[in-house]
Nanobody
Framework: QVQLVESGGGLVQAGGSLGLSCTAS????????MGWFRQAPGKEREFVAA????????KYADSVKGRFTSSRDNAKNTVNLQMNSLEPEDTAVYYC????????????????????WGQGTQVTVSS
């Protein structure tokens, strides 16, 4: 089992950058695929990014591709999301999620595929 805590949210102007981190407690962090999701008021939780167990494969939602980058440091039990060229439409609560796939390169892109979730961190982009 793993517990996740996000940090780094805040308020930023459109066009700016923000970095989020997610720190995991527990063992064998490198056995978890990690995902980032976001949820805006009145909307469903949506996929943002996923990173494989060793961090050598990533997948992004079309809406953030080229602007967001996910990375991980398994020695520090952390996964990061660097967000550049932020837009007001990026405003949401951002969540990190974890699950333990059997395959090394598995990337999950739907909320139901993840068993563990952080509490979320608010990102607000002003126009």
């Amino acid at each position: 089992q793993v517990q996740l805590v996000e940090s780094g949210g805040g308020l930023v102007q459109a066009g700016g950058s923000l970095g989020l981190s997610c720190t995991a407690s527990g063992r064998a962090f490198d056995s978890y695929v990690m995902g980032w999701f976001r949820q805006a008021p009145g909307k469903e939780r949506e996929f943002v990014a996923a990173i494989s167990r060793r961090g050598d494969r990533t997948k992004y939602a079309d809406s953030v591709k080229g602007r967001f980058t996910s990375s991980r440091d398994n020695a520090k039990n952390t996964v990061n999301l660097q967000m550049n060229s932020l837009e007001p439409e990026d405003t949401a609560v951002y969540y990190c999620a974890a699950d333990r796939p059997l395959m090394m390169y598995t990337l999950y892109t739907t909320p139901r595929e993840y068993d563990y979730w952080g509490q979320g961190t608010q990102v607000t982009v002003s126009s």
